[in-house]
């Protein structure tokens, strides 16, 4: 056990307060029609990885527990969304350049639709990111959807194309894989990382662009992250950007490389930054009470910052930072009271202080599949944690300052996703299928492919 120990890490704790309650002039991200068992986003209802609901599976097996499971047609890294009855998955087929929505009756996994686009252009991405990486966002009403360089679709609940929009080409070396957000009458699409990357609003009704804000990726020849030495050769975020009304001000809260910024949902003008971050990025800021988590990915720098700050406020509302010499994080984390939880790429859970970012506890999570390593962002339910690494193995962890494996599944198959959980059922998305893993009982499995 490695318990509390520190490899390679330099704490700066900047203020001694942190304040976890949840305060009542916060609303959550999504201000919809969903209903309260439904899944409508990235990072589910509140984008902080967590449900209210408590009634899980513990158990399961590739024949036990598995009410459905549907073929699909090409590899896939996005989370499902879970609304009206239906689960929505964005999906690439790569042969034929198709980037489209899939719909699901969630009763039985039968495939309702799927409406997208072809794009006919080359786009670069990495080898283990397949195109249509961001989870589409729905209020209940439309479905939204970020293809990069294909564009912003958005549809009917029925399927029905409500308009389109091009962005231009999406070009880095990696891919793209951020979500779109909704908040109010808006919906916010974080366009890059690469040359043109920028954050947009739209009117979700329309389509029309409300305003657009760039955002110049850093290229400096000197380290500002804490470590000696030149930057590494790949600098960008591929973080899901965080829309929020806060004491009567709504704003987006971006993770970038170096800086976490917030700008106005209304104007898109800047509110706030903080230093502190490093300059590659992969995992999505939340918020814990007053306080939103950010993390870096590659040798990973974590801050915590107070919101409701005006200008740089990386001195007055900067509760703490962690400085890493060799965590890779891209999933993103979860908060339990005052305790933090990441699932490292490397396999390693880490519980972290919340109120200092002092290590507690990390623990490597070991499955029966060959590969320990995730893309997996955590979610939580009640005192659970619950986390898939690439082999398709879920871990229930209990949320609490002593290390404790409940359960360990597996479904037997790669995936690069995270669970979205609703009414006592859990949906996971792999390479080869999606499934719908419930103590509701096994169905008979739904036969066939998606188009």
Not at 11 to 37: D, E, K, N, W, Y
Not at 118 to 133: I, L
Request: charged share 25%.
């Amino acid at each position: 056990m490695l318990g509390s120990r520190l490899r390679g890490v330099r704490l700066r704790v900047m203020r001694s307060h942190f304040t976890a309650a949840c305060l009542p002039f916060f609303c959550g991200v999504v201000a919809c029609h969903v209903s309260a068992g439904d899944w409508p986003a990235w990072r589910g209802p509140k984008a902080d990885g967590s449900t209210t609901e408590t009634a899980f599976p513990t158990h399961w097996s590739p024949t036990n527990q598995i009410r459905w499971r549907v073929d699909l047609p090409d590899r896939g890294n996005s989370t499902p969304i879970v609304v009206g009855g239906k689960v929505f998955i964005t999906q690439a087929v790569e042969k034929d350049g198709r980037r489209f929505v899939a719909a699901y009756d969630r009763q039985n996994g039968q495939l309702l639709w799927e409406k997208g686009t072809v794009f006919e252009g080359k786009e670069e991405t990495h080898e283990d990111n397949p195109y249509a990486a961001g989870s589409p966002v729905s209020d209940g009403e439309r479905v939204v959807a970020s293809f990069g360089s294909a564009g912003v679709m958005a549809f009917g609940m029925d399927g029905r194309e409500l308009w389109r929009r091009d962005l231009g080409p999406q070009q880095h070396q990696w891919g793209h894989a951020a979500s779109p957000v909704l908040l109010g009458d808006r919906v916010f699409v974080y366009h890059g990382p690469g040359p043109g990357t920028r954050v947009v609003a739209f009117d979700k009704r329309d389509g029309k662009i409300l305003w657009e804000k760039p955002l110049p990726e850093p290229v400096p020849t000197e380290r500002t992250d804490g470590f000696k030495g030149r930057l590494p050769g790949v600098i960008g975020s591929f973080s899901t950007p965080l829309a929020v009304r806060w004491d009567g001000r709504e704003e987006v809260i971006l993770s970038l490389p170096e800086s976490l910024v917030s700008v106005s949902a209304e104007t898109g003008s800047e509110l706030w930054r903080s230093g502190g971050l490093n300059p590659l990025v992969y995992t999505s800021p939340f918020l814990a009470g007053q306080t939103v988590i950010a993390m870096g990915g590659f040798s990973g720098s974590t801050v915590a910052v107070r919101v409701g700050g005006t200008g740089d406020v990386t001195s007055s509302h900067r509760v703490w930072r962690e400085e890493r010499s060799r965590k890779n994080r891209l999933g993103s984390a979860v908060v339990k009271d005052d305790t933090l939880y990441v699932f490292n790429m490397d396999g390693f859970l880490e519980c972290v202080d919340l109120r200092t970012g002092e290590q507690l506890w990390e623990e490597r999570l070991n499955g029966p599949g060959a590969a320990d390593a995730s893309w997996s962002s955590l979610t939580l339910a009640g005192d659970r944690l619950y986390t898939v690494n690439r082999s398709g193995d879920t871990f229930i962890v209990r949320a609490s300052r002593k290390f404790e494996v409940i359960a360990t599944n597996t479904v037997a198959e790669p995936s690069n996703s995270s669970l979205a959980m609703s009414d006592g059922e859990l949906f996971l998305r792999t390479w080869k299928g999606l499934w719908c893993i419930s103590d509701k009982g096994r169905l008979a499995a739904v036969s066939g492919v998606s188009r």
